[in-house]
């Protein structure tokens, strides 16, 4: 979903806050603490968890406002080049529940790379694992 600023994307591990990755963010407005999408979270074994959209679980996880640059360095950390590419992740737009309604943002799945997805994290919470 864009926004005025830029567009709204779903994080559920390292770019949540207080997390090692959450500089990548930089100045990115926090839209929602708490977010939730249906799908299953695995830890991949690397200190970085892996979200897949299959399954009826839920996956935690906050939304952030980023602009245009900021999508650029999140693609870069989560390796994705394209449409088509050879991605580490896939960027798609999903509905994702906050405090009030479903809204559509980008997030960053691995339902075609499975080899990532080592152990189910059953609470379905990075920060919580």
């Not at 100045?27 to 009826?56: H, I, R």
């Not at 952030?64 to 991605?87: F, H, T």
Request: include cysteine; charged fraction near 25%; aromatic fraction near 12%.
């Amino acid at each position: 979903m864009n926004t005025e600023r830029g567009h709204l994307v779903f994080v559920y591990g390292t770019l949540r806050k207080n997390e090692c990755n959450a500089h990548v963010l930089g100045n990115a407005k926090c839209m929602s603490e708490y977010a939730w999408v249906q799908g299953t979270l695995f830890d991949t074994g690397f200190g970085y968890p892996a979200l897949t959209l299959v399954d009826s679980g839920r996956v935690f996880g906050e939304i952030y406002d980023v602009d245009a640059d900021g999508l650029k360095k999140l693609d870069y950390l989560e390796g994705y080049k394209g449409p088509g590419d050879e991605n580490l992740y896939e960027r798609q737009t999903y509905p994702v529940v906050t405090e009030d309604v479903p809204v559509d943002v980008i997030i960053y799945t691995v339902d075609h790379n499975p080899s990532l997805c080592k152990k189910v994290i059953e609470c379905g919470d990075w920060l919580k694992r």
